[in-house]
């Protein structure tokens, strides 16, 4: 007698065997196989097909999921990060990412596959392993360079400089002052190191020394880094000669530079010395 195979898939194997015995089959064996579409543990399908004829007592067998076959990782090597992941994203499998420096290979690409052309379950992690850049490495100790010297040496390190200026009482005008971050300080691979220059130090207020002695002017003068240049009378005499002997018998009648004029550190103001009444 010919039965007709009943249409069992996508049921769990217990109830399809069930099935197919009330349809009067008799000898029924499991098989298994990988399916693209039909969950592990599920029913894709008999041999012969659902819809087919067969005679009671022959054999039938119930083909049971294996789930998705496993798949080949491709190799990925060289690639970026987001095409790699589009790659293995096509084959269906996810991506785990570790990233590791390189001194050659761009940021971001691809650098190392373990599992390239294995076998792996379908939908599994691939693991790849993508650059991180160079390493970090230590910054130049440029303090007290001229700013062309430390600039250079920071850029032979692999950095990015920008400047900025500064006043500065103890480093000369156009030398380093310091750097951030810190010479010897270690930063990331073309991190922008900022080097501070100096302009020299601040200028300074000319102050008042009309009516002082002239060894009083001179202490007043120092104290605001000045010093004194033209030592002359009223009529235009020098007493630059003799300085060391003036002493309090003078006082200033006149300076060359207005008080409260701004000038240089180190600058040397004219001054005339009349006798003290």
């Given at each position: 007698r010919r039965l007709r195979v009943p249409?069992?898939?996508g049921f769990e194997p217990v109830l399809a065997r069930r099935m197919l015995v009330s349809a009067?089959?008799?000898r029924v064996s499991e098989?298994?196989?990988?399916?693209?579409?039909?969950?592990?543990?599920?029913?894709?399908g008999t041999s012969p097909r659902a819809g087919r004829s067969a005679h009671a007592l022959s054999a039938l067998e119930l083909i049971v999921s294996l789930g998705h076959a496993p798949v080949v990782v491709p190799d990925v090597v060289g690639f970026t990060l987001a095409d790699a992941e589009r790659a293995l994203g096509r084959v269906g499998l996810r991506v785990a990412v570790r990233r590791a420096y390189s001194a050659t290979a761009p940021v971001g690409s691809v650098i190392g596959e373990p599992q390239a052309a294995t076998r792996v379950p379908w939908h599994a992690a691939a693991e790849l392993i993508v650059s991180a850049g160079p390493p970090p490495r230590p910054v130049p100790a440029v303090l007290g360079d001229s700013v062309?010297?430390?600039?250079?040496?920071?850029?032979?390190?692999?950095?990015?400089?920008?400047?900025?200026?500064a006043y500065s009482t103890t480093v000369p005008?156009?030398?380093?002052?310091?750097t951030t971050p810190p010479g010897s300080t270690v930063a990331p691979f073309g991190a922008t190191v900022t080097v501070v220059v100096s302009l020299g130090p601040p200028d300074v207020a000319v102050p008042d020394v009309l009516g002082d002695t002239f060894p009083e002017a001179e202490a007043v003068l120092q104290g605001a880094?000045?010093?004194y240049g033209a030592l002359t009378t009223p009529l235009g005499l020098?007493?630059?000669a003799i300085a060391a002997y003036l002493g309090s018998t003078v006082s200033v009648v006149g300076q060359g530079v207005a008080p409260g004029t701004l000038v240089p550190v180190g600058t040397a103001v004219?001054?005339?010395?009349a006798p003290n009444s």
């Open positions: 249409r069992v898939a009067g089959f008799l098989i298994h196989a990988y399916s693209a579409s039909v969950p592990f543990g599920r029913v894709v062309a010297v430390a600039t250079s040496a920071l850029r032979a390190a692999g950095f990015s400089v920008t400047t900025k200026q005008q156009g030398d380093v002052i310091s880094k000045l010093t020098s007493l630059n004219n001054l005339v010395l």
